[in-house]
């Protein structure tokens, strides 16, 4: 142990703690800003500089580790004027249209100057950068003038996505983060996972904000009809102030009903849906000797991160649509027959968890109802301020029930929304339909949890099922290069762009893996609640196929709930 | 802005099949990146998206990151430049000892600006950090040799050596 004394307190603390970690164990909040829990020490910012005694230089607290005896003080008037002095510094390449950006009052740096009283004029003129704001992607808005060069957006898009869209150009004064050679960010190999906004402390990389056309086809008289995904409503709470894995489903339904939907539909319909297709296909994959291993396509930056990287390998993607894909078709075609509403009255919207979704719904083939499958695509974060710009007491409104038809999802659709969801749910469905026997315990826990790639076996009746799950693009990575070297023995692996699932995804508050782990247990606990826990025992499923759909892969499903896929590598050139 | 001086100027293919015999052998060996791009900058006049593209490919890194590299470092360039590239010390020193007498000369003479290229892509002008050649500045580099205790006549004739001739 290592004897320290922090602002006049002694204390010991393992060796190697850094003054940052010994400072949290002393309860005394040093200011970061580069920092983030689950990165990489990057000590670029400067803005958590401590006064040791002996030593002239004030240190980062974030990289330097503490040594026998050293008297450190985190908030001496030398420390609060150079921490204000590189505030300064920061603020004058920052451009300060704070009432106007989408991290007003989530924003890190805006938290750490209000924390420094930056009461005054800053010394320094503002030299803001001279680059235009690129909102070219349908997922991301990048605007420069607000980076302060952290390197948290590089880092995930490196080492947890593998990728690296986006990177550091030039250097010193002149240092932008950037797609290369002034390309627009739709114009790169950019998955649309929305990571790089999961960790931006500032507004330098957001959301790209689609509310206005909501609130336009709300005004327009349309039938603005919405569905709700499985893990918004494990993580909307969180974006309102609530502690991490509150569930607040019947909260949310209230409230898209006080915005003005005319139905809220839930997402955990389709995704059974998708389990009775994607499950029939793995059988008849299985049966048939067809390309295996089948993996699952429920993740559109997923989808095009193989399309990009493996376009000789989309085979193996499963043809069937995402839920949300999924649904709006149904909702243009079944449902627009059902209410005998033509389907150009019909605006579908989806909210989400997930920034990518707002590309997918923009691809040129989701348009099998006739129309664009689905209009409109809201992250959790919009919904967020779509409920506090609507003056909703979120706290005291009542619980609401979805609308039926599309009201009813079983326990297996809302686990799609963690990583090995959709393989549990297939698995509960494809073993019952194989054996013919009830399952006894639905809980597969070889799939759960976040290691980056786990495996199990599955036996069906003497066939024995291998399959892998992977989340994050760096291990799906190891699973591609395994099936293009051809010693890939799995059947059927699930893949998930985001660390942890949807749960994980760009749309939602920002996570920690701590947070993670709440948001999962509360996934799980409510599978465990539902009635139903088989996506074939949900009686609207069954309902849909007799009265519209016929049976799984068949015609007319084939038309509405499958898709293909095209080669995007000349993203790569 | 920008977006034209990077697409101006493609890499002809012949030259992408050399920067893929020099990168494949680095696959999955990123931190041999400076390896790759000093033979690369022999045979290529600028490192452009697609030469990044290829180096990327080969090494199995991404050309973001070939990019960031590139950029970073004042001896590479993403713009094409002459055949040779004339650096100018922008360090105290030369300033001092009349680097800006020597900058007007270039620029006169090669009729172009600091940061710019000839049209024939003989001649480059660029400021580039110290030298460490302070003893006898103010100093110039072109290509790999360098020239100092200078003065606007003994640049002219340094110059004018390399209009005449092919300077190795």
Redesign the interface.
Known sequence: MIHITIDGERTSVPEGTTILEAAKLMNVHIPTLCHHEDQAIKAVCRICVVEVEGQIQLPTACNTPVSEGMVIKTASPKVIKARKNIMELILSRHTQDCLICSKNGTCELQSVASDLNMSRRNRYELEARNVEVDESSPSIVRDMTKCILCGRCVEVC?DVQG?????????GYHTLVV????KSLVD??CVNCGQCVQVCPVGAISIHDNTDEVYSELEAGRKVVIQMAPSVRITLAESLGYDPGTVTTGKIVHALRKIGFYKVFDSDFSADLTIMEEGNELLQRLNGGETLPMITSCCPAWVKYCETYAPDHVSHLSTAKSPQQMFGSVIKTYFAEKEQLDPSEICSVSVMPCTAKKFECKRSEMNDSGYQDVDIVLTVQELAKMIRTAGIDFENISDSEFDQPFGLGSGAAQIFGATGGVMEAALRTVYEVVTNKTLDNLDFEDVRGFGGIREASVDLDGTVVKVAIAHGLKNAKIVLEQIKAGNCDYHFIEIMACPGGCIGGGGNAPKTWKKLEKRKEAIYREDKNLPIRKSHDNPYIKQIYEEFLGEPLGERSHKLLHTHYIDRSDL?? | MMKEAFTNYKTPSSQLVKVAEIAAPYRDRPEMLMKVVTQVQKIVPAFTDSVAAVIAREMNISQTQVYSFVTFYAMLSVKPRGKYIVRMCKSAPCHVLGAKEIVREMESLLGIKMGETTEDRRFTLEYCPCLGICDISPAIMINDKTYGNLTAESVRSVIKRYIREDVE
Not at chain 1, 179 to 182: A, D, E, I, K, L
Request: proline share 11%; aromatic share 6%; net charge positive.
């Open positions: 490196t990728i690296t869209v986006m990177d550091k150009e030039n250097r797609p290369p050679y002034g790169t190999a790569l050139r």
